[in-house]
């Protein structure tokens, strides 16, 4: 089931602290006494969030562990800090994307500018496109509360797999280092494949068939946000695709970024500085 962001992050202004969003969950959070908590409150940056952000001494994959566990208030009834942030952590990857979302909308609104390059080879011309995150949308879960599965492959092998959350999450830049990217995919979510635990080799070892049936399947099984957005050329019309990244520069300093891109363009503000 598709649903437009608009219709799963509500943001409104909140008290003297600033904004906060409302994001309904595609897949949501399921406790350990099964109970599904489906809404979630976040709430903006702040100065500490921006430090953290732009800190090379913290690690890109905790950087979103710690943002999340900064600005998100509550899921559904939890709103103790250490079951949030535990909460969290199991969360499925689609949802912690769509909480990426809600903060940003909560700290800059829906507006996201960025530059591209035309690829049409005959044009080739800079633009600053802006587009409104409330266009995109996301796919929930059709069960909810099955995150485990067990899977017959073409081969007629049998794959024991379960929906990626924060804890695969935390492995994947490691993994990309040392494996493509279809295979970390997998590596994130198959634990066994004829009951015998599933390592690196053995994803590698299936055959292409089965791998992308695989994928598929929990690909179709995962809440997620279609972040690809269709961009028209204003020069010359060509149509093109662009995906929308939590982690690009203008995301959660979209000022900034703006103001660093007029600088760069600008003709009139530039002189020569050295001299010999």
């Not at 897949?27 to 709430?43: F, M, P, Q």
């Not at 695969?168 to 198959?190: C, G, I, P, S």
Request: proline share 4%.
């Amino acid at each position: 089931m598709s649903e437009v962001l608009a219709n799963v992050v509500e943001s409104q202004l909140g008290d003297v602290n600033g904004a906060y969003s409302t994001v309904e969950l595609l897949g949501g959070y399921l406790d350990r006494n099964k109970v599904l908590h489906t809404t979630a409150t976040v709430r903006g940056l702040t100065g500490h969030e921006e430090e953290m952000l732009g800190s090379k001494s913290v690690p890109a994959a905790d950087k979103t562990d710690m943002l999340l566990r900064n600005c998100v208030e509550s899921l559904g009834d939890v709103t103790a800090k250490q079951e949030l942030a535990a909460a969290l952590i199991d969360l499925p990857m689609g949802d912690r994307i769509a909480l990426l979302f809600g903060i940003r909308m909560a700290t800059h609104g829906d507006q996201f500018s960025f530059e591209k390059i035309c690829p049409n080879s005959s044009c080739k011309k800079k633009k600053l496109h802006t587009v409104s995150l409330l266009q995109l949308e996301g796919w929930c879960m059709e069960e909810p509360e099955i995150r485990e599965f067990v899977v017959t492959l073409p081969s007629k092998k049998v794959a024991k797999c379960h929906v990626a959350t924060g804890r695969d999450e935390r492995n994947r830049d490691d993994l990309m280092k040392r494996y493509a990217a279809k295979t970390v995919y997998l590596m994130m979510r198959v634990d066994e494949i004829d009951g015998v635990e599933a390592s690196a080799k053995m994803l590698m070892d299936l055959s292409a068939k089965d791998r992308d049936m695989l994928r598929g399947y929990l690909d179709d099984k995962e809440p997620g946000i279609e972040s690809v957005v269709d961009i028209k050329c204003p020069y010359c019309t060509a149509e093109f695709e662009v995906e929308v990244d939590p982690t690009s520069p203008g995301f959660f300093s979209p000022s900034a970024y703006l103001s660093s891109l007029n600088k760069r363009s600008s003709t009139s503000r530039k002189r020569s500085v050295f001299r010999l």
